[in-house]
């Protein structure tokens, strides 16, 4: 059975783990965080000293995922998006969060500082939306708003009945 390739995308804590986890576990899709492959797999490539933070591998990120998304059946989480190899996703969602909302999520993450302002920001100038609109084709580029339980909640249902509906169209 053939199964869509879903990406999930947006700034810093506006929720992608927590809807890419419960995707998976009501349509049985497989959930990857990025961030947390490259963690394992130390999939990096240098310091980013202004950021302190590892620089990602992009090329071995790719290589390490490649089997699984020809597969199909994959939920990709990333704060970015324009390096993926465009086949690969049939849907990409990026999730928006109101700023007040968006600063508490990552204070209490503790980010502060520049770290803290620069998510921020990231938001305000929707930059990962940007990303992606100009990653990949526009009619499937989504934005979910993502502050409330409530909205959790209807994406979840929404993502759901557009894997089933591709499901079927699909096979
Ligand atoms: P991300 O994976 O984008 O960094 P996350 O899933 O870890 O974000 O969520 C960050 C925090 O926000 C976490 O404490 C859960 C909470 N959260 C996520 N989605 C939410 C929503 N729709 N409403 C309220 N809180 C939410």
Known sequence: MR???ILLTGTPGVGKSTLGKELASRTGLTYISVGDLAKEEELYDGFDEEYECPI?????V???????????????????CDFFPEH???????????????YDR??????KGKKLQDNIQCEIFQTLYEEAMLSYSKEIVHQLPSNTPEDLERNVDQIVQWIEQWSKDNN
């Open 3 to 5: 199964r869509p390739n």
């Open 56 to 60: 990602l591998d992009e090329d071995r």
């Open 62 to 80: 790719i290589d390490e995922l490649e089997d699984k998304m020809s597969e199909g059946g994959v939920i990709v989480d990333y704060h970015g």
């Open 88 to 102: 690969w996703f049939h849907i990409v969602f990026v999730l928006r969060t109101d700023n007040s909302f968006l």
């Open 106 to 111: 990552l204070e209490s993450r503790g980010y």
